[in-house]
Every structure is written in structure tokens, then in C-alpha cells.
């Protein structure tokens, strides 16, 4: 049996290809090489090339998403779609893939672009029963009355990007003095933010995927931040603590379940996510869905599939095999 070429695509647009670099790494090392040949592709603004095993560049032609390596051509079976934020969460990508007839991982162009946006995800979710914090939105140069917005949200509040992954321009604003200064700094990040009622609870990152045709929840994670709320260094420079399974009991967990899953479907998801919902009162409400979710060694998805008893080969083969399928 020849083996298929794999692309494990990685980088980005955002702040996050750090992370996503990281997601690479592992993804790449987790691939069985008995089945597949395994390339690393980076893709960068102002560069798309695969990258070979001494560092050295072959760019990739964008016609057909093919590199020249050593006078050979190489086009690729699938390519591990783990870029985080644009353009490999927000549709961009998988529509350019979908047009040049590329087999890709996890969800499809229009998934990614809709949870990419946290105030359609949720306004679509509610349809479904799956509850959210009140909110207000604004685009930038909209007018807007301050007394009025805290008079739905209350204080404290999240200020937040509409679009940015990774909790970078979020701030939790606590006095009526701050809220300028936090919209300004939302509004570097995105076009459009949101302005959310702090909810005051339990906050949990719940892992879902589709494993060998069913819709898996791998593990529900509880965060326990040391800072404010679980920002971008909580979440990537370790001032959070993450305790896998969460402390629920049984009737909570199989609540937060339940939703996850229907969240899933409902959105018509497959491959990775992980979504983070806040339990108040027994009851869980959504703040956000990753379709690419942070995939290194200290990321939560890595860790649940471990406490749930699926290797990480096996998670990212079942990947390559669904895209193969397609």
C-alpha cells in the first residue's frame, strides 16, 4: 500500500501561530509514519512554504497547494488543518481548499466561519436551547450610550472581540471608569465587539469530537484562573490551573454533556473543538466554540483524549482517515 502525503498545516495570520506552531509539532510527531508521509507546511502572511527537515523553504504553489521538493512535485492526500485563528479557523482557508478540490481536517469553511463568530454561534445556538450570557453588540464607529448598555449587562462585564481567538482584547471591566478604555482595546483586535454579563460560576473547556463516527465528548476540563479570568496568559503561560475531570457531580456532568453534544450537531461540527461554558447554578451557558483548538503537550484536548484512553495517534489518524473518506 503506498502512503498517503500529509501537509500538517500550520501558522497563520494572528498572534497565535506560536501556538499553532506548538499544535504542529505534536500533531506531526503523532502521525503514524507506517501510513502516511508527513510534511510540515507553514503558512504566514507574506509566505506559504513547506518546510523541510534542516529548515530549509520550498514555497508552495497556490494553483493546486503543491510544493517542488528536489524536482519532485508533491501534492498531499490531506492536509491537518491546525492553524489557529485566521486564516485556518475563520473559513478562509477551507474555502480556498474547497475550490482547488484539497481534502482537508475537521470542519468545513462555512462551521468555521460561523463559530468563529461568537455573537452568530450564540444567536444560532439559542435556537437549539443552548443558553448564553446577555450581551450587547457594537461595530466600530456605532454611537452608544454607556448607561444604558450597563443597564442590561451589569457590572462587571466582559468586554470582548467578536472575532479573535485566543482571549486576546478581552478585559473584565468592574467600574463605569473603565468600559472606554476596554472597548478601545477590543476594538484593536476586531470590528466588532461584545459586551457580556459577567456570569459568576464555574468555568469549564469541554472537548468534543467526532470519534470513529460517533459524537464524543473526550473531556470535560474545569479552569481555575489566576488571574482576572482565563485570558491569553492563563492560557498559555500557565496561570491557570486546569483540573481533568472537572468536580461535578454526576447530574451537572451529564448536563454540560448533553449540551456539548448538541452544540456539536446542532452546528453540523466535525473534527476537534472545544467549547468553554460557565455553570451557574447547575446550569451551563455558553461563552464560545474552537474548531482549532490549542493542540501542544499542555493544550486541554491533548490532555482530556489521554484521561479518556485515546492516544493521540489514534485521535489524529481518525482525522486523516475521515478527510480521506470525504
Not at 53 to 63: F, S, V
Not at 153 to 180: D, H, M, R, T, Y
Not at 287 to 312: C, D, R, V
Request: proline fraction near 3%; charged fraction near 25%; glycine fraction near 8%.
Amino acid at each position: 500500500m503506498e502512503k498517503k502525503n500529509i501537509a500538517v498545516v500550520m501558522g497563520g495570520y494572528s498572534g497565535e501561530y506560536k501556538v499553532s506552531l506548538k499544535s504542529g509539532e505534536l500533531i506531526f510527531d503523532s502521525l503514524d509514519r507506517n501510513l502516511y508521509r508527513v510534511f510540515k507546511v507553514v503558512i504566514l502572511e507574506n509566505e506559504w512554504y513547506l518546510l523541510g527537515d534542516n529548515g530549509e523553504k520550498y514555497p508552495i504553489l497556490k494553483e493546486d497547494f503543491s510544493a517542488m521538493v528536489h524536482h519532485e512535485k508533491i501534492r498531499f492526500d490531506v492536509c491537518f488543518n491546525t492553524i489557529h485563528g485566521k486564516p485556518g479557523e475563520n473559513g478562509e482557508l477551507q474555502a480556498y481548499w474547497n475550490i482547488i478540490g484539497q481534502k482537508y481536517t475537521g470542519c468545513n469553511f462555512y462551521q468555521s466561519a460561523l463559530t468563529f463568530n461568537k455573537k452568530d454561534t450564540l444567536a444560532v445556538l439559542a435556537k437549539y436551547g443552548v443558553p448564553s450570557a446577555e450581551s450587547v453588540y457594537l461595530r466600530k464607529g456605532e454611537s452608544y450610550d454607556t448607561d444604558e448598555i450597563l443597564s442590561i449587562v451589569g457590572l462587571p462585564c466582559f468586554v470582548k472581540p467578536n472575532q479573535s481567538g485566543s482571549s486576546l482584547g478581552i478585559s473584565k471591566v468592574k467600574a463605569k471608569e473603565e468600559f472606554e478604555k476596554a472597548i478601545a482595546l477590543a476594538f484593536d483586535e476586531d470590528e466588532e465587539i461584545l459586551i457580556e454579563r459577567f456570569l459568576d460560576g464555574t468555568e469549564v473547556s469541554v472537548g468534543v469530537v467526532d470519534f470513529q463516527g460517533e459524537t464524543t465528548v473526550v473531556g470535560i476540563t474545569e479552569i481555575f484562573s489566576e488571574n482576572e479570568f482565563f485570558d491569553y496568559q492563563a492560557k498559555y503561560e500557565g496561570a491557570s490551573q486546569e483540573i481533568t475531570p472537572a468536580r461535578l457531580d454526576d447530574e451537572t456532568r451529564e448536563k454540560v454533556e448533553k449540551i456539548a453534544k448538541r452544540a456539536y450537531d446542532a452546528l453540523g461540527m466535525t473534527g476537534f473543538s472545544r467549547s468553554e461554558y460557565i455553570i451557574v447554578n447547575g446550569e451551563p451557558y455558553m461563552l464560545e466554540m474552537n474548531t482549532n483548538p490549542g493542540f501542544s503537550s499542555a493544550s486541554i484536548l491533548p490532555q482530556q483524549a489521554k484521561h479518556y484512553g485515546i492516544s493521540i495517534q489514534d485521535l489524529c489518524g481518525n482525522e486523516v482517515e475521515k478527510a480521506l473518506a470525504k
